[in-house]
C-alpha cells in the first residue's frame, strides 16, 4: 500500500499500530469523564455499566474491527487485480494506508472496555488474599492468545497450502487469503460473544452487585 505522505516522507509499517495505542491513552479519559457519566443516568447504577457488560462491548467491537479490516483487505486485493498487480508482490498498490487506521482505532476502543475490564475483573472478584493470583491470571491471557493464535496460523497455513496449492498466507499478498482468515476470526469472536453472553448472564458478583 502507499505508505507516503507528503513528497518524500514514507510512514514506518510498523508505526501503524500506534494509532491503537493513541486511541487507548485519548479515550480512557472519554470513557471516565463522558461515557460512565452518561451510562450512569440511563442505567441508574453507581458504575455506569458492569464489569462483564464492558468486556462484552469491547469483545463486540473487537468483531466490528477484525470485520472492517476484511473488507479493506477486499479492496486491497480488488485494487490490486484492477491494476493488474496480482504477480508483482514488490510494486506499490495505488491505495492509501489510511484506509488501515480506521480498525486500529476501533482496536484500541475495544481494548479500552475489554482489556481494562478484564483487568477489573479479575482484580475485583477474587478473594482477599488471592489478589496476586488475579493479576496472574490476567497477565496470563496476553499469553494464552498469542499460543492459541500461533497455533491457529500454523494449523491454516498447513492445511490451506497442502497439494500444491496458495496458502492463506501467500508471501505475495496479492495471491493470498488474508482476507479469509480476518473473515475467520471474525466468526470466531462473534462465537465466543455468543458463548460469553450467556455465562455471564447466570454470574453472580461477589460484592453483590447485580450480573449483566
Known amino acids: 500500500m502507499d505508505r507516503t505522505m507528503g513528497s518524500s516522507f514514507e510512514i514506518p509499517s510498523a508505526s501503524l499500530k500506534s494509532f491503537a495505542t493513541v486511541t487507548v491513552v485519548l479515550f480512557i479519559p472519554i470513557y471516565d469523564l463522558i461515557f460512565v457519566p452518561f451510562a450512569t443516568i440511563l442505567t441508574r447504577t453507581l458504575f455506569g455499566i458492569t464489569m462483564l457488560q464492558r468486556i462484552g462491548i469491547g469483545m463486540f467491537l473487537s468483531t466490528i474491527s477484525i470485520a472492517i479490516t476484511g473488507l479493506i483487505e477486499m479492496k486491497r486485493l480488488k485494487t490490486a487485480q484492477e491494476h493488474g498487480l496480482i504477480d508483482m508482490p514488490n510494486v506499490t498498490i495505488p491505495m492509501k494506508v489510511w484506509w488501515l487506521v480506521p480498525q486500529y482505532i476501533l482496536f484500541g476502543i475495544s481494548d479500552v472496555f475489554t482489556m481494562v475490564g478484564l483487568q477489573e475483573f479479575f482484580y475485583d ?86 450480573a449483566p
Open 125 to 210: 472478584q477474587v478473594p482477599s488474599e488471592l489478589k496476586s493470583v488475579g493479576v496472574a491470571l490476567y497477565l496470563s491471557i496476553f499469553g494464552v492468545r498469542s499460543l492459541l493464535s500461533s497455533c491457529l496460523i500454523s494449523v491454516i497455513e498447513k492445511a490451506t497450502g497442502r497439494d500444491g496449492n496458495d496458502s492463506w498466507f501467500n508471501d505475495n499478498l496479492s495471491i493470498a487469503h488474508i482476507d479469509s482468515f480476518y473473515w475467520l476470526l471474525s466468526c470466531r469472536i462473534a462465537l465466543g460473544l455468543t458463548f460469553y453472553i450467556h455465562f455471564a448472564k447466570h454470574y453472580n458478583y461477589n460484592n453483590g452487585r447485580s
